[in-house]
């Protein structure tokens, strides 16, 4: 009852102060993201004293070293922080796009525009870099932010929103746009994910766990990202020297990220010259194969050892060295396995033949599909537009990295000289 | 449990039925609906017989009349239908439009395009062309369609589906891509709204309770449609020549819908002279007022007796011959009214200000915002892009008038020559 009391006051306080967004102009909105920019890099010091108290609770309670690592931050790290806001703040403005225009026989005259959402939470784990990213994307399109991060990173995130808040108070943007949701205890993430008509929309980024329970418990709309069961299929007119680095860039270039394949699918045609290379090339890189059987008698038979996949592993993302690999009779064979056990993040096929590409990417059915590339291209700032907020895999609204024009919706503008029906 | 496997089998052969939908052309899905709107036509006689089986079950169990006449099928009507879906087929084709396309620096080609969202489920009441609307619909924007409808139209239902998918049957789409859901009890809803995975979305249209339950029970995604409490805002500029037809139209017209108008602002320097004239055109057509104390005094001047309306009026969409009626000292307290009250539907302004018109649209947060012009515009086929789907009144995705091109999602294809990070 009372995380519900706080997260509404905040999320009012935040829409009330909205109002200023509304009135900056397109530069002021990107010269507040630069002067944020500037300000964490002059309170570099600060912000190493409040993460250091993050870092010695996280060593004292026993925390992984990995995760410790997400959670440390250093110059450089606060330096590549601003630098990524004064990129976002050199984007095009996303608002006030014109997305259709007409004028109706009766004289009306039709606009439909972007406009932003309102307030916008995020729900994020760990790394406090976050809280920087989204803060300077939702400012630069428009939303106040409510920002509910992880308590193992609450003197950081509390420095680094101190500072945003600083800086904006010496412009026209209300400092009350960007508000801190106390990490303290797990009920103000409840209160966040039902603050209905409060919240415009709430995104959830980190693990598979948290997206899972925001969007189940959410009576807020919400923007599901992240799960990445990834494919590579292999067709049998593939270029198999294209295919190997391929394989081997999607599985092995940064295991932990979404957009890492987890599971290989070779056409029978080309497993028996494709596989023994491909198996060899993953397990001399570490990677831990579950295979199906065909796969393992493959192995076999080029003397490598490999284990079964369960009927789990194919639908689990492990973001590790750890890949499931399948031998298919035909494409249709992968797309039926794709649309099985996919999360409809990023599919890729290898293959030379173009109605091949086109038969796959209709069967697809994803955020991206990739053509002779590596899975890790799904990523807002590879397919250059700019910093993302998350990567999107629904259906609605947003599909792949979002960045600033993803954080808007829309609004008919109907001008009339006193037209009834 | 017997809903629940019923409705995954009709998703299940619905899906893979569209793959006939993903291989069918522009052309091919475009003849299909011409086709539909045919056999309707052909089929007017069998369609009247169920339809009067229905009817009579209806009035058999006291239902009343007005209801009675939504469930009334006629040949007009039918033909009403099928130019419906003729009107449809000859609209642009909302596949493959290309929305973003470059090519970056590593020679990967990126393209996003539209594409289907894949098995559709629609949830409504009563009136049976909602059924042959929403899948013809659905059939051009190349998804299939998972219909229930009410339980009192389901022999008509039951008929038109089946004449359209006899229609179906004579071409290259697969007829399964339109399934009845059985309505013979409320069963199959729930198991519609928690078929994740197998349902991409689902659509409600009828009554807001119908439409709240669907949003709040739903592990699929939905669009949230309806609720409309639409605003008049009189402002102290406005042209009251053209104030008062507005109003008059924007809540007598057509008083069941949701873009009817629910409540009248007018700004304080023109209540004086402006409520006594609307307040008296309402009241001689037939509206009942709930007003504030300021517009109650102003009435009591002009002899007119007007009950003083509750807290909970100012958000009640009455459908009805009722509204709301109050007097606000600025643009400002109008637009605070509307947020605390409104739906986001559809705001309307009357000004002969701009910068006063501007700044309302800046507030107003809305589906539609009018200047000048009747509420009773947000609706497709007014605004000049055919028959809609419903009304959404959410920020995720659709606002507004829902089309065909809003039954798209994206797909971003990646070409590449061997690209890898």
Same mark, same amino acid.
């Given at each position: 009852?009372?995380?519900?009391?706080? =997260?509404?006051?905040? !999320?009012?306080?935040?829409?009330?102060?909205?109002?200023?967004?509304?009135?900056?102009? *397109?530069?002021?909105?990107?010269?507040?993201?630069?002067?944020?920019?500037?300000?964490?890099?002059?309170?570099?010091?600060?912000?190493?004293?409040?993460?250091?108290?993050?870092?010695?609770?996280?060593?004292?309670?026993?925390?992984? #070293?990995?995760?410790?690592?997400?959670?440390?931050?250093?110059?450089?790290?606060?330096?590549?922080?601003?630098?990524?806001?004064?990129?976002?703040?050199?984007?095009?403005?996303?608002?006030?796009?014109?997305?259709?225009?007409?004028?109706? *026989?009766?004289?009306?005259?039709?606009?439909?525009?972007?406009?932003? /959402?309102?307030?916008?939470?995020?729900? $994020?784990?760990?790394?406090?870099?976050?809280?920087?990213?989204?803060?300077?994307?939702?400012?630069? #399109?428009?939303?106040?932010?409510?920002?509910?991060? #992880?308590?193992?990173?609450?003197?950081?995130?509390?420095?680094?929103?101190?500072?945003?808040?600083? #800086?904006?108070?010496?412009?026209?943007?209300?400092?009350?746009?960007?508000?801190? =949701?106390?990490?303290?205890?797990?009920?103000?993430?409840?209160?966040?994910?039902?603050?209905?008509?409060?919240?415009?929309?709430?995104?959830?980024?980190?693990?598979?766990?948290?997206?899972?329970? =925001?969007?189940?418990?959410?009576?807020?709309?919400?923007?599901?990202?992240? *799960?990445?069961?990834?494919?590579?299929?292999?067709?049998? /007119? !593939?270029?198999?020297?294209?295919?190997?680095?391929?394989?081997?860039?999607?599985?092995?270039?940064?295991?932990?990220?979404?957009?890492?394949?987890?599971?290989?699918? =070779?056409?029978?045609?080309?497993?028996?010259?494709?596989?023994?290379?491909?198996?060899?090339?993953?397990?001399?890189?570490?990677?831990?194969?579950?295979?199906?059987?065909?796969?393992?008698?493959? !192995?076999?038979?080029? !003397?490598?050892?490999?284990?079964?996949?369960?009927?789990?592993?194919?639908?689990?993302? $492990?973001?590790?060295?750890?890949?499931?690999?399948?031998?298919?009779?035909?494409?249709?064979?992968?797309?039926?396995? &794709?649309?099985? $056990?996919?999360?409809?993040?990023?599919?890729?096929?290898?293959?030379?033949?173009?109605?091949?590409?086109?038969?796959?990417?209709?069967?697809?059915?994803?955020?991206?599909?990739?053509?002779?590339?590596?899975?890790? /291209?799904?990523?807002?700032?590879?397919?250059?537009?700019?910093?993302? &907020?998350? &990567?999107?895999?629904?259906?609605?609204?947003?599909?792949?990295?979002?960045?600033?024009?993803?954080?808007?919706?829309?609004?008919?503008?109907?001008?009339?000289?006193?037209?009834?029906?």
């Amino acid at each position: 009852m009372e995380a519900t009391s706080l =997260v509404n006051q905040l !999320a009012e306080s935040a829409r009330t102060a909205s109002r200023t967004l509304i009135a900056a102009s *397109a530069a002021e909105r990107s010269t507040a993201v630069n002067q944020i920019a500037e300000e964490l890099v002059a309170g570099t010091e600060r912000i190493l004293r409040a993460n250091a108290l993050d870092i010695e609770r996280a060593k004292s309670s026993g925390m992984q #070293s990995s995760m410790v690592d997400r959670l440390l931050l250093t110059a450089d790290r606060i330096q590549g922080m601003a630098d990524g806001a004064r990129q976002i703040s050199q984007l095009p403005d996303p608002l006030n796009r014109i997305l259709h225009e007409r004028t109706l *026989a009766n004289g009306l005259k039709l606009k439909q525009v972007s406009v932003p /959402f309102g307030v916008v939470g995020m729900v $994020y784990e760990a790394r406090p870099n976050v809280t920087v990213d989204a803060a300077v994307i939702l400012l630069k #399109s428009g939303n106040a932010a409510l920002l509910r991060g #992880s308590s193992s990173a609450s003197a950081s995130n509390a420095v680094l929103v101190e500072i945003m808040r600083e #800086s904006l108070s010496r412009g026209p943007i209300s400092p009350d746009v960007i508000q801190l =949701v106390p990490s303290q205890d797990r009920s103000t993430v409840g209160a966040l994910l039902h603050a209905r008509g409060k919240v415009d929309l709430v995104i959830p980024r980190g693990s598979a766990e948290l997206i899972r329970r =925001v969007v189940d418990d959410s009576s807020v709309p919400t923007i599901e990202t992240g *799960a990445g069961v990834c494919h590579v299929y292999v067709d049998e /007119f !593939a270029d198999l020297d294209k295919a190997l680095p391929i394989v081997m860039n999607s599985k092995t270039h940064r295991p932990s990220v979404c957009n890492a394949a987890e599971t290989l699918l =070779v056409h029978s045609a080309v497993a028996e010259k494709f596989l023994p290379i491909a198996l060899k090339a993953l397990i001399d890189a570490g990677v831990k194969i579950h295979a199906d059987s065909e796969t393992k008698e493959i !192995a076999k038979r080029s !003397a490598q050892n490999v284990d079964l996949a369960s009927e789990e592993d194919w639908s689990t993302e $492990y973001n590790a060295l750890e890949m499931n690999v399948a031998v298919v009779p035909s494409l249709i064979f992968a797309a039926d396995h &794709i649309q099985k $056990y996919g999360t409809q993040h990023t599919e890729a096929i290898v293959t030379e033949n173009m109605e091949r590409a086109h038969q796959f990417i209709a069967l697809s059915d994803c955020a991206a599909v990739m053509v002779n590339a590596s899975t890790r /291209f799904t990523d807002g700032e590879q397919m250059g537009f700019g910093a993302e &907020i998350g &990567i999107s895999n629904q259906k609605l609204h947003a599909r792949g990295p979002m960045g600033l024009e993803q954080m808007t919706t829309t609004t008919w503008i109907v001008w009339g000289t006193g037209q009834i029906r």
